[in-house]
């Protein structure tokens, strides 16, 4: 048996005490994983990893967070857009559904960073409706900060002057934010930017924006179902 004595720099996953060598060993390997995350070695804490993960006494999939982040990163810095990390977190999902939400957030989180906004939203948009995504004010709010940035408008050209924000996507943002705020009353990121919204919802006009067409409400539907533009009137500039 292996003496109490023993000291860990960190604390081990499972909280129990090393009474083998074995088990002193993988602690000790943990260690050696959370201090080369530390100071940057990556290639060490890849190597000190792929050995933890093999242990018939860890659940690897408890790790799936440092998995993440020793994907993501190289010598040369971290990289959002690494398809290999997108794909590293649907298999979490599916693994260990249990962590389904936090895996959703930092899905969302990734395709955010990877300038793929429209993607995140339609990401969220795919589980905010049922339970218990419904009830998760995080992911509401992430929904409302998307919807608000998506519903900005495009620079001014000289053809279709000042652009007023959506106001579809600015009621979506308000819906979220709202739901987000009824669930978790602390909010103050939802409470800031719903303060905010009604001076978005103003265009520099000075007219509502939902009194201003958007792109989506200036399309036809045919008779194929298809979208397309309306044609522009005789008192509409080219």
Not at 74 to 89: K, M, T
Not at 112 to 119: A, H, K, M, N, V
Request: charged content about 30%; some cysteine.
């Amino acid at each position: 048996m292996i003496q109490s004595e023993h000291r860990f720099l960190f604390s081990s996953l499972d909280g129990k005490p090393a009474n083998t060598a074995r088990k002193v060993h993988i602690k000790r390997l943990y260690d050696v994983l959370q201090l080369c995350i530390q100071r940057n070695d990556l290639p060490r804490a890849r190597r000190a990893f792929a050995i933890l993960s093999r242990c018939r006494e860890i659940e690897w999939k408890n790790l799936w967070k440092t998995g993440l982040l020793l994907l993501g990163n190289s010598e040369a810095g971290w990289r959002s857009n690494d398809p290999r990390r997108l794909e590293y977190l649907r298999i979490m999902m599916l693994q260990h559904p249990e962590e389904r939400q936090a895996i959703i957030q930092e899905l969302v989180l990734l395709l955010i960073l990877s300038d793929r906004d429209r993607d995140a939203l339609d990401e969220l948009e795919l589980y905010l409706p049922s339970s218990p995504y419904n009830d998760n004010p995080v992911l509401h709010t992430y929904a409302g900060m998307i919807c608000l940035h998506l519903a900005q408008p495009r620079p001014p050209t000289v053809n279709d002057g000042t652009r007023a924000f959506s106001p579809n996507l600015l009621r979506d943002a308000q819906g979220h934010f709202e739901r987000a705020k009824f669930l978790d009353p602390e909010a103050v990121v939802a409470q800031a930017f719903l303060d905010k919204i009604p001076e978005l919802s103003v265009s520099p006009s000075g007219q509502s924006a939902v009194d201003v067409e958007s792109d989506d409400e200036q399309m036809d539907v045919d008779d194929h179902g298809q979208r397309r533009k309306k044609p522009r009137t005789s008192g509409q500039s080219l």
